[in-house]
């Protein structure tokens, strides 16, 4: 009869065993679970803040940045300021049609102009920058000193003289004195077409020649496009073109041919020693302001 009882009071007890350790397990599954939901919780809120979401644009807190992370705020467009009379202010406010800007650059403009020679941009190329140095690659409304504002470039061509002519500004120059021509291939079409533009709008021209080149000296590739009869092409376009719009012109090529002092460098057949080839500048003003009266006309 003990044994009976002692079998039952075992099997009670391990089913008890069998039920806590059940008990245990579920709620060991439980707590892992929820640890799990917190853990993608928390990934979730992560990416939100490095990626930003609709719910948080650019993932910040607040609308302040960081260095990190700098904001660039476009500055708002000034309003337009008023005086009493209702008329725009010339500084700080912004002039409300092209009318009140003309008014304004009219007033700032200076009443007088002064005696002489006015308001003259010469341009040319790597033989006008020899005029006057020997290294500079390029001239950019360079005073002369006698009254003329000059620009050239090395291996200028026909898009730098119009480029020169934009950059400096139409509206301020009355006469256009060009040396160009030497590195155009004996072709004059382009300049016929700009300076019959400039006429039309009222400017002044005064053409230089285009100085002589020595085809013994120069280099196999250089004789493509710099021999001597390309420059006497041009030339004879030039002349032809400044005869029939009574334009004013200056022979380089005769005063280079005839000088004794100025000669074409053995070097490359192409410019002219000495340099500073100041004879030859001489020679060009002194052109240019005899055919230049003080009211900018020719």
């Avoid at 650019?58 to 000034?78: F, R, Y």
């Avoid at 120059?173 to 072709?187: E, K, P, Q, R």
Wanted: hydrophobic share 35%.
């Amino acid at each position: 009869m003990k044994d009976k009882k002692s079998r039952i009071l075992i099997y009670v007890l391990s089913a008890a065993c069998a039920v806590l350790l059940c008990t245990v397990m579920i709620l060991a599954v439980s707590l892992i679970r929820n640890a799990g939901t917190g853990s993608e919780a928390v990934s979730s809120y992560a990416g939100q803040q490095e990626s930003g979401t609709p719910e948080n644009p650019a993932g910040a807190a607040d609308t302040q940045s960081t260095p990190e992370d700098p904001v660039m705020v476009l500055p708002k467009e000034p309003a337009v300021q008023e005086d009493a009379s209702g008329d725009d202010e010339a500084s700080g406010g912004v002039l409300k049609d092209d009318a009140a800007k003309d008014d304004v650059l009219k007033d700032d403009a200076p009443k007088e102009e002064p005696e002489g020679p006015q308001r003259i941009l010469f341009i040319g190329d790597s033989r006008t920058i020899d005029m006057f140095a020997d290294s500079d690659d390029e001239l950019s409304a360079f005073d002369s000193g006698d009254g003329i504002m000059v620009s050239a470039k090395h291996g200028g061509k026909f898009a730098y003289m119009a480029e020169a002519v934009a950059r400096y500004g139409v509206d301020k120059f009355d006469v256009l004195v060009t040396c160009m021509g030497a590195n155009d291939n004996g072709d004059f079409q382009n300049y016929n077409l700009y300076y019959d533009g400039l006429l039309a709008a009222g400017k002044k021209i005064i053409v230089c020649t285009v100085g002589p080149t020595e085809d013994g000296n120069l280099s196999d590739d250089d004789s493509r496009y710099y021999t001597n009869d390309k420059v006497e092409n041009f030339n004879r376009s030039l002349v032809a073109w400044a005869e029939k719009n009574d334009i004013e012109v200056i022979d380089v090529y005769g005063f280079v041919s005839d000088s004794q002092s100025i000669k074409i460098d053995p070097a490359d057949g192409i410019h002219y020693l000495p340099r500073p080839t100041t004879e030859l500048w001489d020679f060009i003003a002194e052109n240019i302001n005899e055919r230049v009266t003080g009211d900018g006309s020719v």
